[in-house]
């Protein structure tokens, strides 16, 4: 059984979806002088810290938000400080309820640029995981004193003829497999606890998403 939970409220989902969506599917060359279409994007994600009867650590996401400030293009985003800042002082006064809890972004991949072949082919590959670039962006913010615990990251490949696959937890279920139109979709899930900011192993970690179809098993 896993030791931590992370939950996606229907409010996060469908801002982490829709902005995944948009960077990949909507053409934003005229923005960035031609260099490309499929964006990686980038937001933060604000909850709550709780546990079950079973000693299972759980992290509420309620609130995700996308962060418009970010340096985007088709290979990496980097995200700026002071919209952390910003956004996290807002929180802090009109949602004292809420916490800062971590971040999401995008990996967006497809046939012709990165000649990934099919869904199972990015499998292999890892793909749909944490880079390392991303490990480390996430030890640096563990170093500058934010109070990061969850690290999301979503995936989207698309083919011009749609592939029916079957609702699918990966890494035991720390990630979930889902399909919308021609795309399918994964979101996988990181976690960082303890003083020390160790994280997670993926059997610790499942993710529950019910606007997606994964909900708690018991």
Same mark, same amino acid.
């Given at each position: 059984?896993?030791? =931590?939970?992370?939950?996606?409220?229907?409010?996060?989902?469908?801002?982490?979806?829709?902005?995944?969506?948009?960077?990949?599917?909507?053409?934003?060359?005229?923005?960035?002088?031609?260099?490309?279409?499929?964006?990686?994007?980038?937001?933060?994600?604000?909850?709550?810290?709780?546990?079950?009867?079973?000693?299972?650590?759980?992290?509420?996401?309620?609130?995700?938000?996308?962060?418009?400030?970010?340096?985007?293009?088709?290979?990496?985003? /980097?995200?700026?400080?002071?919209?952390?800042?910003?956004?996290?002082?807002?929180?802090?006064?009109?949602?004292?309820?809420?916490?800062?809890?971590?971040?999401?972004?995008?990996?967006?991949?497809?046939?012709?640029?990165?000649?990934?072949?099919?869904?199972?082919?990015?499998?292999?590959?890892?793909?749909?995981?944490?880079? /390392?670039?991303?490990?480390?962006?996430?030890?640096?913010?563990?170093?500058? =004193?934010?109070?990061?615990?969850?690290?999301?990251?979503?995936?989207?490949?698309?083919?011009?003829?749609?592939?029916?696959?079957?609702?699918?937890?990966?890494?035991?279920?720390? =990630?979930?497999?889902?399909?919308?139109?021609?795309?399918?979709?994964?979101?996988?899930?990181?976690?960082?606890?303890?003083?020390?900011?160790?994280?997670?192993?993926?059997?610790?970690? /499942?993710?529950?998403?019910?606007?997606?179809?994964?909900?708690?098993?018991?």
């Amino acid at each position: 059984m896993s030791n =931590c939970l992370v939950s996606l409220s229907e409010q996060a989902f469908f801002t982490i979806a829709t902005s995944a969506l948009e960077a990949y599917r909507v053409d934003h060359s005229a923005d960035l002088d031609g260099t490309g279409i499929k964006l990686e994007t980038f937001g933060y994600l604000w909850g709550h810290l709780s546990s079950t009867s079973m000693n299972e650590t759980v992290y509420r996401i309620s609130q995700a938000n996308v962060s418009t400030a970010a340096h985007r293009t088709g290979d990496s985003v /980097t995200a700026r400080d002071d919209a952390y800042t910003l956004k996290n002082t807002f929180v802090e006064s009109f949602f004292p309820e809420l916490r800062f809890l971590g971040d999401f972004h995008s990996h967006p991949y497809s046939q012709e640029r990165d000649a990934v072949r099919t869904e199972l082919d990015l499998e292999r590959n890892e793909f749909y995981r944490f880079s /390392t670039a991303d490990m480390r962006s996430a030890k640096a913010q563990q170093d500058a =004193c934010k109070d990061y615990r969850v690290g999301l990251v979503i995936t989207v490949f698309e083919r011009e003829e749609q592939v029916a696959r079957s609702n699918k937890y990966l890494d035991d279920q720390s =990630c979930i497999r889902f399909q919308y139109d021609n795309m399918t979709i994964w979101i996988k899930a990181y976690v960082w606890a303890g003083d020390d900011y160790r994280r997670k192993a993926d059997k610790m970690v /499942t993710l529950i998403c019910p606007p997606a179809g994964f909900s708690l098993q018991v």
